[in-house]
Protein backbone atom coordinates (compact mmCIF):
# COMPACT_ATOMS: atom_id res chain seq x y z
CA UNK A 1 0.00 0.00 0.00
CA UNK A 2 2.96 1.95 -0.06
CA UNK A 3 1.53 3.78 -3.78
CA UNK A 4 -2.32 4.65 -3.34
CA UNK A 5 -4.92 6.70 -5.31
CA UNK A 6 -7.90 8.85 -4.17
CA UNK A 7 -10.35 8.94 -6.46
CA UNK A 8 -12.39 12.06 -5.18
CA UNK A 9 -16.10 13.14 -6.51
CA UNK A 10 -15.31 16.05 -9.66
CA UNK A 11 -15.40 13.98 -12.76
CA UNK A 12 -12.13 13.10 -14.65
CA UNK A 13 -11.64 11.38 -18.08
CA UNK A 14 -10.48 8.17 -19.10
CA UNK A 15 -7.10 9.95 -20.11
CA UNK A 16 -6.49 10.21 -16.70
CA UNK A 17 -5.92 6.70 -16.28
CA UNK A 18 -2.23 7.41 -16.75
CA UNK A 19 -1.83 8.58 -13.29
CA UNK A 20 -2.57 5.06 -12.09
CA UNK A 21 0.03 2.28 -11.98
CA UNK A 22 -0.39 -1.48 -11.50
CA UNK A 23 -0.47 -2.57 -7.92
CA UNK A 24 -1.24 0.88 -6.34
CA UNK A 25 -3.88 0.70 -3.63
CA UNK A 26 -7.12 2.57 -4.79
CA UNK A 27 -10.13 4.36 -2.48
CA UNK A 28 -12.99 5.69 -3.64
CA UNK A 29 -14.59 8.89 -1.88
CA UNK A 30 -17.97 8.97 -1.61
CA UNK A 31 -19.36 9.73 -5.21
CA UNK A 32 -15.78 9.24 -6.45
CA UNK A 33 -16.42 5.37 -7.10
CA UNK A 34 -18.04 7.03 -10.35
CA UNK A 35 -14.82 8.07 -11.32
CA UNK A 36 -13.47 4.46 -10.75
CA UNK A 37 -15.97 3.31 -13.75
CA UNK A 38 -14.71 5.75 -15.96
CA UNK A 39 -10.96 5.17 -15.38
CA UNK A 40 -11.30 0.99 -15.80
CA UNK A 41 -10.54 0.18 -12.35
CA UNK A 42 -11.86 -1.56 -9.16
CA UNK A 43 -11.58 0.46 -6.07
CA UNK A 44 -9.85 -1.15 -2.97
CA UNK A 45 -11.64 0.41 -0.55
CA UNK A 46 -14.59 2.92 -0.72
CA UNK A 47 -15.49 5.70 2.03
CA UNK A 48 -17.62 8.28 2.57
CA UNK A 49 -21.21 9.57 4.17
CA UNK A 50 -22.96 8.50 0.57
CA UNK A 51 -24.99 12.57 0.58
CA UNK A 52 -23.66 13.27 -2.89
CA UNK A 53 -24.42 9.86 -4.30
CA UNK A 54 -25.99 6.81 -3.43
CA UNK A 55 -24.32 3.80 -0.95
CA UNK A 56 -23.01 1.27 -3.74
CA UNK A 57 -24.04 -2.33 -3.96
CA UNK A 58 -20.86 -3.53 -3.69
CA UNK A 59 -19.19 -6.52 -2.27
CA UNK A 60 -15.73 -4.68 -1.64
CA UNK A 61 -14.39 -3.32 1.68
CA UNK A 62 -16.33 -0.28 2.13
CA UNK A 63 -16.24 2.30 5.25
CA UNK A 64 -19.77 3.92 5.93
CA UNK A 65 -18.90 7.22 7.83
CA UNK A 66 -21.56 9.73 9.65
CA UNK A 67 -22.81 12.57 7.93
CA UNK A 68 -21.52 14.84 10.96
CA UNK A 69 -18.21 14.63 11.25
CA UNK A 70 -15.03 16.59 11.42
CA UNK A 71 -13.16 15.01 8.27
CA UNK A 72 -14.49 15.15 4.84
CA UNK A 73 -14.32 12.02 3.10
CA UNK A 74 -11.59 12.54 1.18
CA UNK A 75 -9.30 13.61 4.26
CA UNK A 76 -10.57 10.15 5.97
CA UNK A 77 -9.37 8.58 3.29
CA UNK A 78 -5.78 10.54 3.38
CA UNK A 79 -5.39 9.81 7.10
CA UNK A 80 -6.80 6.11 6.66
CA UNK A 81 -4.41 5.69 3.97
CA UNK A 82 -1.28 7.62 6.14
CA UNK A 83 -2.16 4.80 9.00
CA UNK A 84 -1.82 2.17 6.88
CA UNK A 85 1.70 2.61 5.66
CA UNK A 86 1.21 4.99 1.99
CA UNK A 87 4.49 7.01 0.84
CA UNK A 88 2.88 8.37 -2.22
CA UNK A 89 -0.46 9.52 -2.97
CA UNK A 90 -2.43 10.85 -6.22
CA UNK A 91 -5.32 12.61 -5.40
CA UNK A 92 -7.57 12.38 -8.65
CA UNK A 93 -11.14 14.14 -9.22
CA UNK A 94 -9.93 16.24 -6.32
CA UNK A 95 -9.80 19.68 -8.45
CA UNK A 96 -12.62 22.10 -9.92
CA UNK A 97 -16.30 20.97 -9.88
CA UNK A 98 -19.40 23.09 -8.53
CA UNK A 99 -18.12 23.67 -5.38
CA UNK A 100 -14.95 25.66 -4.91
CA UNK A 101 -14.80 24.85 -1.09
CA UNK A 102 -14.33 21.14 -1.84
CA UNK A 103 -11.59 21.99 -4.17
CA UNK A 104 -9.69 24.19 -1.08
CA UNK A 105 -10.53 21.32 0.91
CA UNK A 106 -8.81 18.65 -1.06
CA UNK A 107 -5.64 21.53 -1.78
CA UNK A 108 -5.51 21.55 2.83
CA UNK A 109 -6.33 17.49 2.41
CA UNK A 110 -2.70 17.24 -0.02
CA UNK A 111 -0.55 19.73 2.67
CA UNK A 112 -2.24 16.96 5.42
CA UNK A 113 -0.23 13.94 3.77
CA UNK A 114 2.84 16.06 2.34
CA UNK A 115 3.57 17.27 6.14
CA UNK A 116 3.43 13.65 7.16
CA UNK A 117 6.22 12.99 4.83
CA UNK A 118 4.29 11.81 1.69
CA UNK A 119 4.95 12.35 -1.98
CA UNK A 120 1.27 14.32 -2.92
CA UNK A 121 0.09 15.15 -6.35
CA UNK A 122 -3.31 16.34 -7.24
CA UNK A 123 -4.51 16.33 -10.84
CA UNK A 124 -6.82 17.02 -13.24
CA UNK A 125 -6.69 17.18 -17.11
CA UNK A 126 -4.92 20.66 -17.73
CA UNK A 127 -3.09 20.76 -14.36
CA UNK A 128 -0.77 18.90 -11.61
CA UNK A 129 -0.35 19.94 -8.18
CA UNK A 130 2.56 19.33 -6.07
CA UNK A 131 3.74 20.93 -2.34
CA UNK A 132 7.10 22.31 -1.85
CA UNK A 133 8.74 22.02 2.23
CA UNK A 134 12.00 22.71 4.04
CA UNK A 135 14.27 20.38 3.00
CA UNK A 136 12.59 18.76 0.28
CA UNK A 137 13.80 19.95 -2.85
CA UNK A 138 12.13 19.45 -6.08
CA UNK A 139 13.10 18.51 -9.50
CA UNK A 140 10.18 19.06 -11.66
CA UNK A 141 10.94 17.52 -16.03
CA UNK A 142 9.32 20.36 -18.34
CA UNK A 143 7.49 17.25 -20.02
CA UNK A 144 4.22 19.22 -21.73
CA UNK A 145 3.90 21.52 -19.44
CA UNK A 146 3.83 25.33 -20.00
CA UNK A 147 3.85 27.12 -16.91
CA UNK A 148 5.16 26.60 -13.54
CA UNK A 149 3.32 28.72 -10.56
CA UNK A 150 4.49 28.70 -6.90
CA UNK A 151 2.42 30.01 -3.92
CA UNK A 152 2.61 30.26 0.03
CA UNK A 153 -0.21 28.22 1.51
CA UNK A 154 1.36 28.94 5.17
CA UNK A 155 2.07 32.14 5.27
CA UNK A 156 5.10 33.04 4.10
CA UNK A 157 7.23 31.12 1.41
CA UNK A 158 10.89 31.90 2.82
CA UNK A 159 14.68 31.19 1.29
CA UNK A 160 12.74 30.69 -1.89
CA UNK A 161 15.02 29.00 -4.90
CA UNK A 162 14.26 28.27 -7.96
CA UNK A 163 15.81 27.56 -11.58
CA UNK A 164 15.50 26.42 -15.17
CA UNK A 165 12.32 28.93 -15.25
CA UNK A 166 11.91 32.18 -16.83
CA UNK A 167 11.93 34.04 -13.87
CA UNK A 168 14.44 32.27 -11.40
CA UNK A 169 14.18 32.90 -7.52
CA UNK A 170 17.54 33.32 -5.59
CA UNK A 171 16.61 33.72 -1.45
CA UNK A 172 13.31 35.16 -2.00
CA UNK A 173 9.97 35.75 0.37
CA UNK A 174 6.64 35.16 -0.86
CA UNK A 175 3.69 36.18 0.63
CA UNK A 176 0.24 35.40 0.41
CA UNK A 177 -1.14 38.64 -0.46
CA UNK A 178 0.82 39.21 -3.09
CA UNK A 179 0.96 36.42 -6.69
CA UNK A 180 4.45 36.85 -7.34
CA UNK A 181 4.92 33.22 -8.45
CA UNK A 182 2.04 32.69 -11.09
CA UNK A 183 2.96 31.80 -14.42
CA UNK A 184 6.46 31.24 -14.57
CA UNK A 185 7.77 29.13 -17.19
CA UNK A 186 9.85 26.33 -18.23
CA UNK A 187 13.04 27.35 -19.80
CA UNK A 188 15.00 24.42 -19.28
CA UNK A 189 14.04 20.30 -19.30
CA UNK A 190 14.32 20.17 -15.62
CA UNK A 191 12.57 23.19 -12.74
CA UNK A 192 15.04 23.06 -9.21
CA UNK A 193 12.80 24.19 -6.23
CA UNK A 194 13.93 24.91 -2.65
CA UNK A 195 12.73 26.60 0.26
CA UNK A 196 13.78 27.44 3.83
CA UNK A 197 10.31 27.71 5.74
CA UNK A 198 6.84 27.95 5.18
CA UNK A 199 4.90 25.41 2.42
CA UNK A 200 4.21 26.16 -0.93
CA UNK A 201 2.02 25.14 -3.37
CA UNK A 202 3.13 24.56 -7.03
CA UNK A 203 1.00 24.45 -9.75
CA UNK A 204 1.63 23.01 -12.97
CA UNK A 205 -0.69 23.76 -16.25
CA UNK A 206 -0.30 22.95 -19.89
CA UNK A 207 -0.17 26.19 -22.66
CA UNK A 208 -3.86 27.54 -23.33
CA UNK A 209 -5.71 26.38 -25.95
Known amino acids: MERAVILSACGVSPQMRRYIHKGDYIVACDAGYRNAAVLGVKPDLIVGDFDSAPRPDTQGDMIVLPHVKDDTDTQYAARWLLEHGAKQVTLLGALGGARMEHTLANIATGLFLARAGVQVILADERSELHYLLPGQPLSLPRGDWMYLSLFPVDGSLTGVCMSGVYYPLSDATLTPDYPLGVSN ?24 G
Request: with cysteine; net charge negative; proline share 4%.
Open 185 to 208: EFTAPTAELSCAGGCGLIVLTRAD
